[in-house]
Nanobody, 117 residues
């Protein structure tokens, strides 16, 4: 059974940092990523990484502040978030693509990130 288990969310002041982790069990994937959903807004892409070669992709709003990385041995993806802003607040979801082409068909339960001003 495939599971994505996230950890690392919390409350931080503006300008601070957090690191999210997501460990996948049950299989490996072609790519993994992070999405977030703020209250009253749609879920949006934050960052993604291809598992085989490690290519990374970022939303314009997170480029330069967030870094996505992976540990293949641990089947874990990380999201290092620096320079956090109040508008980064939301529930962050780990996602994984089994079907390929950056179509994410597995999702974690989400972890709350709150950035205070």
């Amino acid at each position: 059974q495939v599971q994505l288990v996230e950890s690392g969310g919390g409350l931080v002041q503006a300008g601070g940092s957090l690191r999210l982790s997501c460990t996948a069990s049950g299989r490996t994937f072609s790519s993994m990523g992070w999405f977030r959903q703020a209250p009253g807004k749609e879920r949006e892409f934050v960052a993604g990484i291809s598992w085989s070669i490690g290519s990374t992709y970022y939303a314009d709003s997170t480029k330069g502040r967030y870094t996505i990385s992976r540990d293949s041995a641990e089947n874990t993806v990380y999201l290092q978030m620096n320079g956090l802003k109040p508008e980064d607040t939301g529930v962050y979801y780990c996602a994984a693509s089994n079907v390929g082409n950056w179509v994410f068909d597995y999702w974690g339960q989400g972890t709350q990130v709150t950035v205070s001003s």
